[in-house]
């Protein structure tokens, strides 16, 4: 008599469930050109294949993903004053329509090139109407832009604003402005608020990053809590890394310190994804056993590779399988 699969306790388990992971795609329809340095190619056209490469691999999967983490800079910033920022944003949710998975946005940088945070909100970049719970909103402010979702029993996922508190996105009369320009004008003496400071342990106090408001922390704080009572494993994504080991000092988050703190004094949390840098990242924060992976950016990726993964879960470990230069890697709950 044979043994079945299913009674072989050698045969590979199926994972729980999969889901899709990319950054930064920066689409634009403009020749290519280079990141302020002129250290690295950026290929703005090009970028919207290479999204269209990763929906066609999660549609035509014979196991679809649960979802897709979209970690932030959908579109770039050059499209605003070209007065192309829609048409740019319907040529890539159109990619999106075209694919059966149902997509996490996050926030980065260029959506608030582009739009204004109260023009994000209720979009189709908004997909805080998937939240099982997010900060409670604070009347006449614009929402903090986070939430928690839980696409399998045991495992929830929490997207964070990392522009809250920011120059980005706010309005310039609000207290929220005032006290993004307080904090950025404690660092960065330099007239160009996108230069960073000098000092490497403050170079990340420029324009184009922000930080976590004590409210955002609070609210991960409790759903955290929630979460370590009920022996849960939690994946927290955002467009800015916090650990200064996953990126370049200049990537960070302003208030990174906060948000490992939070982090590190719950158990249940095991993953930390952002974007962002465009490089890829990663390092196991020894004290918590939290893994630490900063996403390779579409846009400098050359236009015959491919930039995104597909990540399957499993009882006791994550498995990141990368296309292109997107690295896999086997991320255990440790
Ligand atoms: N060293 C710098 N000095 C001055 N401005 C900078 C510097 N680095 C970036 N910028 C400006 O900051 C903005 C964001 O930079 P960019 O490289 O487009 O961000 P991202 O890495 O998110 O794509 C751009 O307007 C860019 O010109």
Same mark, same amino acid.
């Given at each position: 008599?044979?043994?079945?699969?299913?009674? &072989? =306790?050698?045969?590979?388990?199926?994972?729980?469930?999969?889901?899709?992971?990319?950054?930064?795609?920066?689409?634009?329809?403009?020749?290519?050109?280079?990141?302020?340095?002129?250290?690295?190619?950026?290929?703005?056209?090009?970028?919207?294949?290479? /999204?269209?490469?990763?929906?066609?691999?999660?549609? #035509?999967?014979?196991?679809?993903?649960?979802?897709?983490?979209?970690?932030?800079? /959908?579109?770039?910033?050059?499209?605003?004053?070209?007065?192309?920022?829609?048409? %740019?944003?319907?040529?890539?949710?159109?990619?999106?329509?075209?694919? =059966?998975?149902?997509?996490?946005?996050?926030?980065?940088?260029? #959506?608030?090139?582009?739009?204004?945070?109260? #023009?994000?909100? +209720?979009?189709?970049?908004?997909?805080?109407?998937? %939240?099982?719970?997010?900060?409670?909103?604070?009347?006449?402010?614009?929402?903090?832009?986070?939430?928690?979702?839980?696409?399998?029993?045991?495992?929830?996922?929490?997207? @964070?604003?990392?522009?809250?508190?920011?120059?980005?996105?706010?309005?310039?009369?609000?207290?929220?402005?005032?006290?993004?320009?307080? /904090?950025?004008?404690?660092?960065?003496?330099?007239?160009?608020?996108?230069?960073?400071?000098?000092?490497?342990?403050?170079?990340?106090?420029?324009?184009?990053?922000? $930080?976590?408001?004590?409210?955002?922390?609070?609210?991960?704080?409790?759903? @955290?809590?929630?979460? &370590?009572?009920?022996?849960?494993?939690?994946?927290?994504?955002?467009?800015?890394?916090?650990?200064?080991?996953?990126?370049?000092?200049?990537?960070?988050?302003?208030?990174?310190?906060?948000?490992?703190?939070?982090?590190?004094?719950?158990?249940?949390?095991?993953?930390?994804?952002? $974007?962002?840098?465009?490089?890829? +990242?990663?390092?196991?924060?020894?004290?918590?056993?939290?893994?630490?992976?900063?996403?390779?950016?579409?846009?400098?990726?050359?236009?015959?590779?491919?930039?995104?993964?597909?990540?399957?879960?499993?009882?006791?470990?994550?498995?990141?399988?990368?296309?292109?230069?997107?690295?896999?890697?086997?991320?255990?709950?440790?």
């Amino acid at each position: 008599m044979g043994t079945s699969s299913a009674m &072989d =306790p050698c045969a590979p388990q199926p994972p729980l469930f999969t889901f899709g992971l990319i950054a930064d795609v920066q689409y634009a329809d403009i020749d290519d050109g280079f990141n302020f340095t002129r250290t690295r190619r950026r290929y703005y056209r090009s970028s919207l294949q290479l /999204l269209k490469n990763a929906l066609r691999s999660w549609s #035509e999967s014979a196991v679809k993903p649960a979802f897709i983490l979209q970690l932030g800079d /959908l579109i770039d910033g050059f499209n605003k004053p070209r007065g192309a920022s829609q048409r %740019a944003l319907d040529a890539v949710l159109r990619e999106f329509a075209s694919c =059966p998975v149902r997509v996490h946005h996050v926030w980065g940088n260029h #959506e608030f090139y582009n739009f204004s945070r109260s #023009e994000l909100v +209720g979009s189709p970049l908004d997909s805080s109407p998937y %939240a099982d719970s997010r900060p409670s909103e604070v009347p006449g402010q614009d929402p903090i832009y986070a939430y928690q979702f839980s696409p399998f029993p045991g495992f929830t996922f929490v997207v @964070l604003d990392g522009y809250d508190v920011s120059l980005l996105g706010r309005q310039e009369s609000s207290e929220q402005y005032n006290n993004a320009m307080n /904090l950025i004008k404690l660092y960065n003496n330099n007239e160009d608020l996108n230069c960073p400071p000098e000092l490497e342990c403050h170079s990340r106090f420029t324009m184009f990053n922000g $930080g976590y408001s004590r409210e955002q922390l609070d609210w991960l704080e409790s759903v @955290l809590s929630a979460a &370590d009572e009920k022996q849960e494993r939690v994946t927290i994504v955002s467009h800015l890394p916090v650990h200064p080991y996953s990126t370049d000092s200049v990537c960070l988050a302003w208030n990174y310190e906060d948000l490992l703190a939070v982090i590190r004094s719950h158990s249940c949390v095991v993953c930390y994804m952002a $974007g962002h840098a465009h490089d890829a +990242g990663y390092c196991l924060d020894q004290d918590t056993g939290v893994h630490h992976l900063t996403v390779d950016g579409v846009i400098e990726t050359v236009p015959d590779s491919d930039a995104y993964g597909t990540v399957s879960v499993y009882a006791d470990r994550m498995v990141l399988v990368g296309k292109g230069r997107m690295a896999d890697r086997v991320l255990l709950f440790l």
